[in-house]
């Protein structure tokens, strides 16, 4: 199963940005999709966003677009959350995650997950 470690949350106020990184490794090879999803206090995990390797479709969920961009690193097995014009409703703990699928936003596809990383927005 594959690993994956965040990094680079913390405490942002609104209107600034974080970038987020999720170094993945073990059988990489076998994964064709990573993904973003956050959960906020008392609220169910949803989706951020999905990128497909080899230039496949990039998926953005509806709340996030034009201000979130997902990016991968080949070389480093790495991937990225760049988080701009950010809200107090961005606020929650992000986990990346990654999925044998090809280009979903379903929960249920990813078999792999990292252990979260709180991100804060203050208003």
């Known amino acids: 199963q594959v690993q994956l470690v965040e990094s680079g949350g913390g405490l942002v106020q609104a209107g600034g940005s974080l970038r987020l990184s999720c170094a993945a490794s073990?059988?990489?090879?076998?994964?064709?999709?990573m993904g973003w999803f956050r959960q906020a206090p008392g609220k169910e995990r949803e989706f951020v966003a999905a990128?497909?390797?080899?230039?496949?479709?990039?998926l953005y969920a509806d709340s996030v677009k034009g201000r979130l961009t997902i990016s991968r690193d080949k070389a480093k097995s790495t991937v990225y959350l760049q988080m701009n014009s950010l809200k107090p409703e961005d606020t929650a703990v992000y986990y990346c995650?990654?999925?044998?699928?090809?280009?979903?936003?379903?929960?249920?596809?990813?078999?792999?997950w990292g252990q979260g990383t709180q991100v804060t927005v203050s208003s």
């Open positions: 073990g059988p990489t090879s076998s994964t064709y999709t």
């Open positions: 990128q497909t390797r080899s230039g496949g479709p990039t």
């Open positions: 995650a990654a999925s044998r699928r090809v280009a979903t936003r379903s929960l249920g596809d990813y078999n792999s």
